[in-house]
């Protein structure tokens, strides 16, 4: 079992910054990619951007340029985050973590709340 805690995000002006954390502990052995997806009002969940195992990363053409993910391996924990710069009004969402795990399991955090207006 993994858990998966987020933190971060608030209230942001457009062309400002934020960056998202999320913690996976637990049974991390297996683990075998980590991500950031977000949901608007009235709009499907997205992927934003993910990490694999190996390290290569994935990115949202909307985001490509001013997101960046990265991860910290420790021994019993993975941390992931996810920088954001110039944000706009359009990246407003509720953003979840992802966690992949060998065989088949999917965790989900309990989103976190990123607005950008002025």
């Known amino acids: 079992q993994v858990q998966v805690q987020e933190s971060g995000g608030g209230l942001e002006q457009p062309g400002g910054s934020l960056r998202l954390s999320c913690a996976a502990s637990g049974t991390i052995f297996g683990i075998n990619a980590m991500g950031w997806y977000r949901q608007a009002p009235g709009k499907k969940r997205e992927l934003v951007a993910t990490?694999?195992?190996?390290?290569?990363?994935?990115?949202a053409d909307s985001v490509k340029g001013r997101f960046t993910i990265s991860r910290i391996i420790a021994v019993n924990t993975v941390t992931l985050y996810l920088q954001m710069n110039s944000l706009r009004p359009e990246d407003t969402a509720v953003y979840y973590c992802?966690?992949?795990?060998?065989?088949?399991?999917?965790?989900w955090g309990q989103g976190t709340q990123v607005t950008v207006s002025s």
């Open positions: 992802h966690v992949g795990q060998s065989p088949g399991r999917d965790y």
């Open positions: 990490v694999a195992t190996g390290g290569n990363t994935n990115y």
